[in-house]
T-cell receptor, first 111, second 110 residues
């Protein structure tokens, strides 16, 4: 009963490097979301997806790329990491006007 | 920009006391949700209240919604040490995306 799994849990990388955060769900929920959580800001939506091959920008999409070729996976890529992208990243799934289910997050540090 | 704003930012109470936190938002909503986050973990859903509802209960949790004032409150009764966590309100403006506030950190002292 894994539900939603994020990997890695912790990642340290350098500025300018590409890094991909993985999110996998076992429920077949249509919606998937990526948030970042920073002190004083709560969670901010980066990108979301309504179904496979359908993605759209959230509040803070700059510097990030997503794809969703399969319903169960929703990877988030930082194409050229910057220090301002140091954060905790959460993936979530949902089925519309229902509560979202969150993973345990990836703590990303960019040096 | 954040839709919800929680108040207070932090709350410290004695075990057995009640904890109340408030959330204000700016635009019309379809529903409002409350989540809990324990340290180092993801958010866990607590209660969803729809725009046509005024009050909802779940165990020791009571949520109210006043759409005329664009505000909601979460009451935790008879608090326990395990209630120590951050609590977030999130609004859904009928587009399936949630907009979160910055959260209220609750510490329950034994």
């Amino acid at each position: 009963d894994a539900g939603i799994t994020q990997s890695p849990r912790y990642k340290i990388t350098e500025t300018g490097r590409q890094v991909t955060l993985m999110c996998h769900q076992t429920w077949s929920h249509s919606y998937m979301f990526w948030y970042r959580q920073d002190l004083g800001h709560g969670l901010r939506l980066i990108y979301y997806s309504a179904a496979a091959d359908i993605t759209d920008k959230g509040e803070v999409p700059d510097g990030y790329v997503v794809s969703r070729s399969k319903t169960e996976n929703f990877p988030l890529t930082l194409e050229s990491a910057t220090r301002s992208q140091t954060s905790v990243y959460f993936c979530a799934t949902g089925t519309g006007n229902q509560p979202q289910h969150f993973g345990d997050g990836t703590r990303l540090s960019i040096l | 920009s954040q839709q919800g704003e929680e108040d207070p930012q932090a709350l410290s109470i004695q075990e057995g006391e009640n904890a109340t936190m408030n959330c204000s938002y700016k635009t019309s909503i379809n529903n409002l949700q409350w989540y809990r986050q324990n340290s180092g973990r993801g958010l866990v859903h607590l209660i969803l209240i729809r725009s046509n509802e005024r009050e909802k209960h779940s165990g020791r949790l009571r949520v109210t919604l006043d759409t005329s004032k664009k505000s909601s409150s979460l009451l935790i009764t008879a608090s326990r040490a395990a209630d120590t966590a951050s609590y977030f309100c999130a609004t859904d403006a009928n587009d399936y995306k949630l907009s979160f506030g910055a959260g209220t950190t609750v510490t329950v002292r034994a």
